[in-house]
């Protein structure tokens, strides 16, 4: 065994002949019971590194595969400038149990890739941030539609941070990484797919824009483009720009993705696998799909053609005709596999569906391809909210809600996601639930899942744009949707729109969003090419479902702020997207009417239970009697009152309240605990006679007057000679001494004062303080005798 890992090592490290390597690395393999394909197959890799660059904006892309993770299926590295992400793509040979595409896709953000270190206990990474999951869902919807229908393989694409400059995003960078690792790869898919960033800076149109500059960009978006000017994903964040600009950006971003994918071709030509051939494609045979045909599909048009059904009545009906179906089937093929009866009463009711709205221009509810479902608005709902609203659009109902609290409680974001877009914190934050009676179901109230958190950041894109910069609180939307029936995250866009309103948040705009679907017919001689195809506004959940597309679009009367297209088929035509966009347009619009009869502007005032903020100066005299000893004042004011103290500069504080009655009680606390010092006003330079309140080893505490905060005299002011300790001048507590007063420290405030300089025998005027903020003048003797 010692010698045959010895052989396994010499040849890992080159040293031995390929044949020679072959051969150790065979006897090891005995022995290690693991399968000798995997090690050929990266072995036959050796001499077949490969790179490609293509030109992107005004930078290079670099492509490279052959290096690394030689053991996947495929491995990519993707470069910019000096940011590096590898990704790699692995599928199983073997299908696997689930009727669905069984695809995960993993972006993963390392620390070690910007050279720093995880701030929590373990030092280590732990589970994926919102960052990585939500860019996880990016990658997957640019891959996904282009797998073959009814390869049913356990695949996974995962997406490693190798490096990270603080310059160049590297989520773009991992969707053609995934694209290339697919391609080069042996997994059947349809590839591959090009993928760009478009900004907007100062008029200027900018492709893979840097970090700097997309702090100042009025656009961020992401397309992954196909071959021909296809589009199979479309993400977007705007801050309210004009319909024409946002058009002229898609072109432009599909116009630069067709030189990615020039040079995946490039890369997979050169050192690129053999597509595999699967042992099985779970397709629904055509002989049992007629057979269910003849069956069924006169009952399943009358079901979507009475528009008296909603959507559980609905459901029931198809579930009958469905059970009835699969119990002749079953009879009629008693050797068919399960899946197949299933699948092939599905491909008839999809097929039916899909007929009705392409041939007969009509829906299952009853409404024309561009109608609106009838939408009904309500706001303050409960009194005790900072604000609500409750949008109603069909059988879809999202109850939004507004919440204020101090900037303190903004999210905070980790090293590794600052080092990469530069934002350290954010006061406005949307939340999106979607619990399982909103669609008549049964399950576990847990945390957040990947779809909610896609949904709610895609209504906070649409929202944030048309926040005050300047508002003083952090502002938190909760979206919790009630029922359920397509177009969830629009309707949360909408409901937060309206609920920040009737908070009294200053919004630029109102903002509402509407969803896009799509029905496609490809011509029988070339399916590949769209022959019809019927664009349907403001979709139901079934028409997601059997449909090609699920194309949301938020904005204001003016311009857009959100956009998210989940395109189904393997590639969307330029022609069809821009009618997307239009459509949109108009419905937003006719949303954004009916909205406005509700509430068509914010409140001038926000309500009298919303928090409060106020903006105190403390002297830096003062500071250590505000905060106290070791800040205990300053917690014993947060505990009593509950309000919230951040300091802004050297002497300034902002006070948070949850409700003018606790920043009034806060008020009172902070006046009580600096009032002392703001009874006299002490003259630089004048003698003044103090009185003795403690003896200290370091000096005395004197005050000089009778609710002064006592100060040090410290032993080194005491006297012309240099003492231990106060009690060798005879100075107890009570006595009364003379001492000048030079001012207030500039560090910490606290007073100076000496008695050592009126040692001398200099004359000077000493000035007497009287309870009743009297102040007296008169000569050293005088004050002496009275004394």
């Known amino acids: 065994m010692v010698a045959s890992m010895s052989c396994r090592s010499l040849a890992m490290s080159g040293l031995l002949s390929r044949a020679r390597s072959a ?4 006897y090891w393999m005995r022995g290690s019971g693991l399968p000798w394909a995997v090690f050929r197959r990266a072995f036959s890799q050796d001499g077949r590194n490969a790179s490609v660059s293509v030109d992107v904006g005004s930078r290079k892309l670099e492509i490279a595969s052959g290096k690394l993770a030689r053991f996947a299926d495929g491995c990519a590295v993707v470069k910019l400038g000096e940011t590096s992400v590898m990704v790699t793509a692995v599928s199983k040979t073997k299908p696997s149990p689930s009727q669905f595409m069984p695809l995960v896709v993993d972006y993963r953000q390392k620390s070690a890739a910007a050279g720093r270190i995880p701030t ?116 977007a964040a705007a801050e309210n720009i004009l319909q024409q600009d946002f058009c002229q950006a898609v072109k432009l971003g599909v116009k630069h993705s067709q030189q990615i994918i020039l040079g995946i071709k490039q890369l997979a030509k050169e050192c690129g696998k053999e597509k595999r051939t699967v042992q099985k494609t779970f397709l629904a045979p055509p002989e049992i799909i007629e057979c269910a045909k003849q069956h069924s599909s006169q009952k399943i048009y009358a079901v979507f053609s009475d528009f008296t059904h909603h959507k559980i009545s609905r459901d029931e009906a198809i579930k009958e005709i469905r059970f009835e179906t699969e119990e002749m089937l079953k009879e009629t093929f008693p050797n068919a596999d399960p899946y197949e009866i299933m699948e092939s009463f599905s491909v008839v009711s999809k097929e039916v569906f899909r007929n009705i709205i392409l ?40 109850l939004s809600t507004v919440a204020f609290d101090s900037i303190e409680s903004s999210m905070k974001f980790d090293h590794i996601t600052s080092a990469l877009s530069g934002v350290k914190d954010k006061n406005f934050i949307l939340h999106y639930e979607f619990p399982p009676y909103a669609t008549n179901e049964i399950g576990k109230a847990m945390g957040i899942n990947r779809r909610e958190l896609g949904h709610g950041a895609l209504a906070e894109k649409a929202l944030r744009p048309v926040i005050p910069k300047d508002f003083p609180f952090t502002i938190r939307v909760s979206s919790e949707v009630l029922e359920s029936n397509g177009s969830s995250s629009m309707a949360s866009a909408c409901g937060g729109s309206l609920a920040l309103m009737d908070a009294g948040v200053p919004v630029s705009a109102a903002v509402a969003g509407v969803a896009i679907g799509l029905v496609t017919k490809y011509k029988p001689e070339n399916e590949g090419e769209i022959e019809d195809y019927r664009l349907l506004t403001d979709i139901l959940g079934i028409e997601d479902y059997n449909g090609d597309m699920d194309f949301k679009m938020a904005g204001t009367s003016k311009g857009i702020t959100a956009l998210q297209a989940d395109i189904k088929i393997p590639g969307l035509p330029l022609k069809i997207v821009m009618e997307a966009i239009q459509q949109a347009t108009v419905a937003k619009k006719d949303v954004l009417q009916i909205m406005n009869k509700t509430i068509s502007k914010p409140h001038a005032s926000r309500k009298e239970n919303s928090p409060v903020v106020e903006t105190i100066n403390v002297p830096i005299s003062k500071r250590s009697r505000f905060l106290g000893p070791g800040g205990f004042n300053l917690k014993r004011l ?13 002497e300034t504080f902002s006070v948070f309240a949850p409700s003018p009655s606790a920043m009034h009680e806060a008020s009172e606390f902070i006046n009580e605990i600096c009032k002392d010092d703001q009874e006299f006003q002490l003259e630089f330079g004048a003698i003044y006679t103090a009185t003795i309140t403690e003896v200290r080893d370091s000096g005395v505490m004197v005050k000089l007057y009778q609710n002064m905060t006592p100060v040090l005299l410290h032993n080194s002011q005491l006297d012309n000679r240099k003492i231990k300790h106060p009690s060798a001048l005879g100075f107890e507590a009570g006595h009364e001494i003379q001492v000048k007063y030079f001012g207030r420290d500039p560090t910490d405030g606290r007073m100076r004062l000496s008695r050592k300089v009126l040692q001398a025998p200099a004359a000077s005027v000493v000035k007497t303080l009287h309870e009743k903020n009297s102040i007296s003048m008169g000569s050293t003797e005088a004050q002496t005798s009275s004394s």
């Not at 349809?190 to 960033?197: D, E, F, L, T």
């Not at 656009?219 to 483009?225: D, F, W």
């Not at 221009?361 to 609203?389: F, M, V």
């Open 23 to 26: 051969m150790c690395v065979r």
């Open 120 to 235: 929590n206990y373990l030092r280590r990474e732990t589970g994926p941030s919102h960052s990585e999951i939500l860019t996880s869902r990016i990658i997957d919807r640019s891959v996904r539609p282009l797998f073959p229908a009814g390869y049913f393989y356990d695949t996974q694409v995962l997406c490693n941070l190798l490096a990270v400059d603080g310059i160049n995003e590297p989520d773009v960078l991992a969707i053609n990484g995934a694209s290339a690792a697919l391609a080069l790869s042996d997994i059947p898919w349809n590839g591959p797919v090009g993928a760009v960033r478009v900004g907007l800076v100062d008029g200027e149109f900018i492709i893979n824009p840097t970090r700097k500059e997309m702090s100042t960009s009025a656009l961020n978006l992401v397309i992954a483009g196909r071959a021909k000017s296809e589009m199979v994903m479309i993400e």
């Open 359 to 398: 041939k007969e221009y009509r829906r299952c509810d009853g409404r024309d391809l561009t109608s609106l479902r009838n939408i009904h608005c309500e706001i303050d709902l409960y009194k005790p909210l900072h604000g609500s609203a409750l949008f109603q659009r069909g059988q879809t109902q999202v």
């Open 638 to 650: 947060q505990a009593e009152t509950g309000v919230t103290v951040s300091q802004v500069d050297e």
